[in-house]
């Protein structure tokens, strides 16, 4: 069988006709391949909103507006049609708003209620009107635009009155003002000279010990380890035994002080009483005397002698000289 040329322009016709229709509404937004589940939401105002836009809950696309229609001749609401492409339940007390980011398109957000009932194809949704972020931005800056014209005004009317105030005097002492800051500036930019500055100098000095520092970092590790070493050892010694010795030893030695310089006992009455020291040194000078007469004349203690004659020389009256033999004394 034959086809004729006229028929198989008419098929192409068809077909591009169909692929044309599928992919406008394809571009729209719409599935002419799936079921449509439809749901109405009326708005007051749209502000950006277009068809194709999203349809999110919680951040997730579950379907596109569909379709925008007025709600009578005065305009008085929007009705808008959005197309659910998920299998997404939707409960009866949800509710839905229009949304906008700063950059990028309007879209509307569907919050889910706790209703156990769920919206079929062709109900309507409860609405509200959300400000989004662009409606906060706005109604904090218009107060802040406002006191900012006002500070301005303010500040125009200030200068104004300090440009009539200031004099040719005042003026001058400004100038000079400005000189003098000019030239601290040229002392600071002196100052931090790379080259003749004293602050580099300062800054490559404090570099240099930094660098000695670093090259004599094992030294320095070691040194604060042996320190540390040190630390520890000393740490671990007992030192309370000792000071408690010697404690008691101190105790004890201030205890014996007091008992010598007491008059109570021998020796503090020894070195407080002048008397009993006149006493012990005459008592001394005269066994030194004894002693010396007994050295010198021992025939009259001892009498052992046949032939001899008894010694009848009188007593030492005081000490002999020291050296001195017997029969130089007895001449």
């Given amino acids: 069988m034959r086809i004729s040329n006229e028929t198989k322009v008419g098929v ?3 077909v591009a006709l169909v692929l044309l229709f599928i992919g406008f509404n394809f571009l ?3 599935d002419v391949f799936q079921r449509q589940f439809l749901v109405h939401a009326v708005f007051n105002e749209l502000g950006t909103l277009e068809k194709s836009n999203e349809v999110k809950i919680n951040g997730l696309a579950i379907g596109s507006v569909y379709a925008k229609k007025e709600l009578d001749k005065d305009v008085s609401a929007i ?4 197309n659910l492409t998920r299998d997404i339940n939707i409960p009866k007390n949800s509710v839905a708003y229009i949304s906008s980011n700063l950059v990028g398109s309007s879209f509307i957000v569907i919050e889910r209620g706790d209703s156990k009932e769920m919206m079929q194809s062709g109900d309507t949704i409860s609405t509200r009107v959300e400000s989004g972020l662009l409606g906060d931005v706005k109604a904090q800056l218009n107060p802040t635009i406002a006191k900012v014209q006002d500070v301005l005004d303010e500040l125009q ?3 104004s009155s300090i440009n009539a105030t200031l004099g040719p005097a005042t003026r001058a002492d400004l100038q000079a003002s400005m000189a003098n800051l000019n030239k601290s500036m040229a002392g600071i930019a002196s100052m931090v000279d790379k080259e003749t500055g004293s602050l580099p100098r300062t800054l490559n000095n404090v570099e240099l010990i930094t660098q000695n520092l670093k090259n004599n970092n094992e030294k320095i590790s070691a040194t604060l380890s ?3 070493a040190a630390t520890e050892k000393l740490s671990k010694l007992n030192l309370q035994p000792t000071i408690d010795s010697l404690s008691i030893t101190l105790s004890q030695v201030r205890t014996s002080l007091q008992k010598v310089l007491s008059t ?3 020796l503090g009455a020894l070195v407080s ?3 009993l020291y006149n006493k012990l040194n005459d008592a001394v000078l005269s066994a ?3 002693l010396d007469d007994l050295r010198t004349h021992p025939k009259r203690y001892v009498n052992l002698s046949v032939f001899g004659k008894k010694d009848k020389t009188g007593p030492l009256t005081a000490p002999a000289k020291k050296g001195q033999t017997p029969a130089d004394s007895t001449r």
């Fill in 79 to 82: 009705v808008v049609t959005i």
């Fill in 264 to 266: 109570d006992g021998s």
């Fill in 288 to 290: 030194e005397i004894l």
């Fill in 157 to 159: 009317t200030t200068l």
């Fill in 273 to 275: 009483d002048k008397q």
């Fill in 28 to 30: 729209k937004g719409k």
């Fill in 12 to 14: 192409l016709t068809l």
């Fill in 226 to 228: 042996n320190a540390a």
